[in-house]
Structure formats: structure tokens, C-alpha cells
T-cell receptor, first 115, second 114 residues
Framework: KAGVTQTPRYLIKTRGQQVTLSCSPISGHRSVSWYQQTPGQGLQFLFEYFSETQRNKGNFPGRFSGRQFSNSRSEMNVSTLELGDSALYLC??????????????FGPGTRLTVL | AQTVTQSQPEMSVQEAETVTLSCTYDTSESDYYLFWYKQPPSRQMILVIRQEAYKQQNATENRFSVNFQKAAKSFSLKISDSQLGDAAMYFCAYWGSRDDKIIFGKGTRLHILP
């Protein structure tokens, strides 16, 4: 099986712009979780989608949003980018709901740089 | 709120030696899961080992084992016979049903010295 893929791998944007990141889970996996990784804050949970529904959400402002399609692919969107949004964005897929007794498989991440 | 603390930002170990990475957590839940994830320089995070809180027996996966002390809320990772490929950032993580999300520690960067 192919692993979790994320596109694009690198992205440079300027403040105020918006960005959309994509994640394709492992075939058969229905849960996709998103994380933001920064040197200062470490890995922080953004949200989880399962069967096109948002199951859980972290403590991020409303500028961060996501969605999941019927084929389980997921996108996350960040509007009105700020310098502090520069980070590695990781997505992870699992067969059912994330975390509980289900191994999460991570993608390589999208490195977002906001200038 | 649940928290996960890794007090060692960086560690080094000689190849073939044994190293232990520390992790403590805070929770009021009695049933939860603990994980160690490895993130090599290529950035793809992988699960190293998982421990269910209701199981008293410590989990082991080949050269990787944990020391789970539930009362002390401690969950350390022992890597035996360290290899160059073990060099990575290691994250301790917690999942409980209350928050229903994985909470990660800040990570420990492990260097393997040849």
C-alpha cells in the first residue's frame, strides 16, 4: 500500500495570503488528523476528520479550517496567513478514529514558510 | 488538561550502547494509551511502541522497550544496542478518551555516536 502523501511538500507565502494543503491517506483509512509542528511549540493537534465529519478540534483560531472528501482525502486551509503560521504541517491517517488503539501513519509533511 | 513532559531536549549515546529517554505525563484518567514516536531527519514520523494503561506488562518491540510506572505517571523508552539509524527526534505521546486526541511532548533529539 502507498503511504500517506502530502502536497505540496514546500510552500512559501506572504502575510495575508491564504493556503490550502492536501493529504491523501492510506487506502482504506477513514480518519485523517492534522498537526502543526514548530520548534517552540512542538506538535500541536489541529483537527481530525472521520467519514467527512470533523470529530475533534484543537485550540487554533478560526483561520485554520479543514475538510474531508468522500474518498477520505483531506485538505486544510489557513486564511490570512501570519508569520507565526510558518511550520511543518503533518497529516496522519488511521483506519478508524485517530489515537485510540489505532496506529496513526504520518505523511512527510508540508513545510510552510510565511514571509 | 493532560500534559506530556520530556525533560531531555537532547541526548547522545555511543553506538551499541543502551539509552533511556524519559517521559512523564499528567492525567486524571485511569484508562489511556501512551506512545513513543520516532521522527528521523527525513521527517516521516513512525510509531515505535504503544502501551495501554490497563496493562501492567511493559511493552517491547525488538530493541525498544518501555518502563511504564502508572502511579508515578512515568513512561520511559529504552533503546538497546543503539544503531546509527536510531538517530532521530523521539516524541512521547498520550491519548485519553476525554480529549480524544493525541497530545505530544516536546521531543528528545537522540544522537548516535559511532
Amino acid at each position: 500500500k502507498a503511504g500517506v502523501t502530502q502536497t505540496p511538500r514546500y510552500l512559501i507565502k506572504t502575510r495575508g495570503q491564504q493556503v490550502t494543503l492536501s493529504c491523501s491517506p492510506i487506502s482504506g483509512h477513514r480518519s485523517v488528523s492534522w498537526y502543526q509542528q514548530t520548534p517552540g511549540q512542538g506538535l500541536q493537534f489541529l483537527f481530525e476528520y472521520f467519514s467527512e465529519t470533523q470529530r475533534n478540534k484543537g485550540n487554533f483560531p478560526g483561520r485554520f479550517s479543514g475538510r474531508q472528501f468522500s474518498n477520505s482525502r483531506s485538505e486544510m486551509n489557513v486564511s490570512t496567513l501570519e508569520l507565526g503560521d510558518s511550520a511543518l504541517y503533518l497529516c496522519a491517517s488511521s483506519e478508524t478514529n485517530g489515537g485510540y488503539n489505532n496506529e496513526q501513519f504520518f505523511g512527510p509533511g508540508t513545510r510552510l514558510t510565511v514571509l | 488538561a493532560q500534559t506530556v513532559t520530556q525533560s531531555q531536549p537532547e541526548m547522545s549515546v555511543q553506538e551499541a550502547e543502551t539509552v533511556t529517554l524519559s517521559c512523564t505525563y499528567d492525567t486524571s484518567e485511569s484508562d489511556y494509551y501512551l506512545f513513543w514516536y520516532k521522527q528521523p531527519p527525513s521527517r516521516q514520523m513512525i510509531l515505535v511502541i504503544r502501551q495501554e494503561a490497563y496493562k501492567q506488562q511493559n511493552a517491547t518491540e525488538n530493541r525498544f522497550s518501555v518502563n511504564f510506572q502508572k502511579a508515578a505517571k512515568s513512561f520511559s523508552l529504552k533503546i538497546s544496542d543503539s544503531q546509527l539509524g536510531d538517530a532521530a527526534m523521539y516524541f512521547c505521546a498520550y491519548w485519553g478518551s476525554r480529549d480524544d486526541k493525541i497530545i505530544f511532548g516536546k521531543g528528545t533529539r537522540l544522537h548516535i555516536l559511532p
